[in-house]
């Protein structure tokens, strides 16, 4: 954990930004090193130095490692995406995800088809040792019946039913 380890005798990032003298007791200082100054400069200027330093009074001690860096994140997304922040990315991410899932449930319902298709088109003779190691398809019933709604593309899915209603989350 960085706020345990030896400080040097320069001023921490935020004592340089805020040209101030970094005292021994800075609560900045294990967290925002001097070789680190953009990192306190992109917080600083979401947050402010002195919500931040509230900030870290708050949270235990052994937490506050995280929440800074929890906070360079959001000021780094913020100051990119100054309306949405991070939750526009989740939510990029979470459209991206749900298109996944669709494509892959498609994939596995054709998948499913053709194995049926060709589990029925295969003839084997009473005779054939074999033929008692395979399975029947013909009693399969693929996926419980619900074969017929995974015919469908991605985009037809999204508009049959709204499974995945995204009216909730912000679009970019």
């Known amino acids: 954990?960085?706020?345990?380890?030896?400080?040097?005798?320069?001023?921490?990032a935020a004592c340089k930004l805020l040209k101030r003298k970094c005292a021994t007791t800075c609560i900045f200082a294990?967290?925002?090193?001097s070789d680190e100054p953009r990192k306190f400069a992109k917080v600083h200027k979401v947050f402010g130095a002195s919500n931040v330093s509230k900030i870290l009074t708050e949270v235990p001690e052994e937490q506050r490692e995280d929440t800074v860096n929890s906070l360079a994140y959001?000021?780094?997304?913020?100051?990119?995406d100054p309306v949405y922040g991070c939750i526009g990315a989740i939510a990029l991410?979470?459209?991206?995800?749900?298109?996944?899932?669709?494509?892959?449930?498609?994939?596995?319902?054709r998948?499913?088809?053709?194995?049926?298709?060709?589990?029925?088109?295969?003839?084997?003779?009473?005779?054939?040792?074999?033929?008692?190691?395979?399975?029947?398809f013909n009693d399969f019933n693929a996926y419980g019946g619900m074969m017929e709604s995974f015919t469908q593309n991605s985009l037809e899915l999204n508009r049959?039913?709204?499974?995945?209603?995204?009216s909730h989350i912000p679009y970019i």
Not at 30 to 33: D, G, I, L, M, T
Not at 74 to 80: G, V
Not at 112 to 125: G, I, K, L, N
């Open 1 to 12: 954990m960085r706020g345990h380890e030896p400080r040097s005798t320069s001023s921490c």
């Open 30 to 33: 294990p967290y925002f090193r």
């Open 74 to 80: 959001e000021a780094e997304a913020r100051l990119r």
């Open 93 to 109: 991410l979470q459209r991206r995800m749900i298109e996944l899932q669709q494509d892959l449930a498609i994939a596995r319902a």
């Open 111 to 136: 998948l499913a088809r053709y194995t049926v298709a060709a589990a029925a088109s295969c003839t084997f003779q009473n005779n054939d040792p074999f033929s008692s190691m395979l399975p029947n």
């Open 160 to 166: 049959v039913g709204n499974m995945y209603d995204l």
